[in-house]
Structure formats: C-alpha cells, structure tokens
C-alpha cells in the first residue's frame, strides 16, 4: 500500500508543474478574471507555484482552456467559465482583476461588449471585493493617457484621450475601471491597486491579436511583408511578461493604492523594432517547417515592409517613466528585449507547427 501512495504521489507531482508548500496562514484564496488570457495565464502558473489558491474566471472570448490546462484537476486549482458582466458570488482574500480584451481589433470587434466589461464587470467585482473583504488590483493600461502630450509618462498626467474615437471603448472603459476603484476606496474602504501596464509581448499571447509583436513574428515566420501602419516612426516601449507578472504580484502585496506604471523603459520606433524578430529568425529550429521566402536571418530592406495607412488615434509615443515602481515596490524590468523575443519566436513557432499538425485531423 505504501508503495501505492508513493506512486500516486509521484504521478501528481509528475503531472503539474512544481508547488511550494504553504501553510494556511500564509495561502491565500485568490481569484483572477481574465486568467485564461496571455498575462492571466502567466500570472496563474506564478501563483499557483507560490502555492495559494486560485480561481480562474474567464469567459474565453480570447482567452483559450489551453493557457492553464496544465493546473486542470490540481487541488488548488479551479477555472470557471464566467462572464464578469454578470455577477459573481464566491469567497476569496484578493483578485486579480484582468478580464478584457486587450488587443486593439480585439476591443474594437464589439465596443459596447468591451464598455460593459471593463464598467459593469469591473462593478461587479468591486462589489465581490465589498462583501468578501478582498484586496482588488486592476490590470489598467497605459492607454490611460492617449495620445500623450507629457513624455516620458509619470502617474501625475492626466491624459489626452479622445472619448468618441476608435479607441474610446478600451481608453475611456478603463479610465472610468480606475475611478470606480478610488470611488470604492473611499466610499466603502475597499482596498485597491491599480496597474498601468505598458505593452507587453511573450508566449501566449495570440498569434492573430494583431498586436505589433505578433503581426511582425508571424509575418516574418511565413516570409510575409511587415506591415508598418502610418510611416513607423511612432514609438512603444515592450515589456516581457514575466516582468509584468512580478511586478502585479509586489504591486499587490504592497501598500500603494495609487496608479503604478508598469512598463519597459526603452522606446522603440516601429520601424527600429522590426529588425531584431527577422533576424532572429536564424535561431528557429530546423525541424520548423518555414514558407521558404522567410527572412531567415537577412537583414529586411525596405522592400520587404508593407506601408499600410495610419491607424485612427494612434498614440505617437509612449514610454512608461517607472520611478515610482523602482521606488516603491524595488520593482524594474530585467528580461532583455531580445531574449523576450528569441522566447516568443520560439512559441510562435511551435504553435505554427502545432497548427500544421492539426490541420487534418
Ligand atoms: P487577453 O485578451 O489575452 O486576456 C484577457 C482575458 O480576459 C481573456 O482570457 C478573455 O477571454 C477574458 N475576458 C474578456 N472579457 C471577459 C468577460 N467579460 N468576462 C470574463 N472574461 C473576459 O489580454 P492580455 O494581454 O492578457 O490582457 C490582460 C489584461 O491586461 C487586460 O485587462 C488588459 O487590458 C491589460 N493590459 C494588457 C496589456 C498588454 O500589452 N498585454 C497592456 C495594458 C493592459
Ligand atoms: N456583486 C457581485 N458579487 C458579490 C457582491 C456584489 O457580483 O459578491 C455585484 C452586485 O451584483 C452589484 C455590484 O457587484 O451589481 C456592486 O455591488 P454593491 O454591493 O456595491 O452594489 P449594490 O448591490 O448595493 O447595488
Ligand atoms: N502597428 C504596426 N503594424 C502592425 C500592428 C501595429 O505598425 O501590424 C503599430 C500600431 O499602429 C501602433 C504600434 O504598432 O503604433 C503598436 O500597436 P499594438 O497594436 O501592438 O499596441 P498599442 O497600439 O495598443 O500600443
């Protein structure tokens, strides 16, 4: 019998990935909305290594089973399928709150349907954090500012949003998310963090999102022109996702209640950015099947970009200034661009070839 339990044992740990052991005064329940999606699922596997209790709500618009299936059936683990808009009774000491689409075409495709997540769903949880007692930290964005007229952006600027434009839906929905955080705060004592996240790129993020860095890795995979909208010379600056997660786990342990940028410092232009995934592509395995016209390691001449036209409101520079997060929470990035993306080419790779493998079946 002995030896049965020794096996079964082994078989669990085998099954998932490692968990710390923590006593119960210090694990905590925790919920994350939005924890089947790109950064959710990333923060899942940090918590869930740390050794709490997670429940993961999501109701898959973009986020897919298959981000957290390695924690399905672990005693710690529970993924509802759930949409935030409608409320939600259950018990837990801090959420994570990141349900919504975040992508540009993924919170234009039904503005409205992104208004009420980031008010109505915001509410509710809100409303959870109230009755339970938790401590509610909200994944803002930079976008928070717009268009911004103050660079570097410091937490003090107010922003430059157009509230009727393509962008409105995510810029203003989250801009109300931040003030019915303060306005719970100080109405009901609820205690809150908010996170403005800057562009953040790695594995598990969609390959057909339509962000910048997964546009420019799957077209350089399949030897497709790099689409550059407008003339490049608009700037991001790129965090890699493991750095985001730490910094969401020590904003939340903290006792900051205000806005924290989170955010990689080193600004890119568009055009400048595209360079490094191309010629990364050298160190894709062999085995990866690539369209034959793949950059392959060349440098990209002008001709292999497709100048498509500006996007409506596009913000023309942005570039988080993290001196608060350095400051209060001993938080900076530490992943170097390149070796974020050498990371996320590989996964898009193995995802292509996933796909490749599928396809008949
Ligand atoms: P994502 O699209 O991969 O994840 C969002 C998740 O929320 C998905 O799993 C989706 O299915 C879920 N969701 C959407 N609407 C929902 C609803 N009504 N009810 C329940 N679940 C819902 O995007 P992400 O990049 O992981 O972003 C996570 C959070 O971080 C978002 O709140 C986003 O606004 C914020 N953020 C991300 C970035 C970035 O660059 N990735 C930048 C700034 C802010
Ligand atoms: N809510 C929820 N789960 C809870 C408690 C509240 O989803 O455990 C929702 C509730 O449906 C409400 C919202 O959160 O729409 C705001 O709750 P609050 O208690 O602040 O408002 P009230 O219910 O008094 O209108
Ligand atoms: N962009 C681009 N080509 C693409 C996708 C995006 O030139 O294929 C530009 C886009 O116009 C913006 C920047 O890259 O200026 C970042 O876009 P993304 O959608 O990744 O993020 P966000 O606009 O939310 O910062």
Redesign the pocket.
Known sequence: LREKIRDLEQSFSQKYPPVKFLSEKDRKRILITGGAGFVGSHLTDKLMMDGHELTVVDNFFTGRKRNVEHWIGHENFELINHDVVEPLYIEVDQIYHLASPA??PNYMYNPIKTLKTNTIGTLNMLGLAKRVGARLLLASTS?VYGDPEVHPQNEEYWGHVNPIGPRACYDEGKRVAETMCYAYMKQEGVEVRVARIF?TFGSRMHMND????S??ILQALQGEPL????T?S?T?AFQYVSDLVNGLVLLMNSNISSPVNLGNPEEHT?LDFFSPPVNMLSSVPKRIRLNPNAYRGRAVSRSQIQFLS??QD??QR?RPDIRKAKMMLGWEPVVPLEEGLNKTIQYFSRELEHQANNQYI
Not at 210 to 213: I, M, Q, T
Not at 227 to 230: C, H, M, N
């Open positions: 992508s540009p976008e562009n339509g962000r910048v860095v546009n420019f689409t550059v909208y407008g490049g608009q991001r568009i500006e996007a596009d913000p942005r």
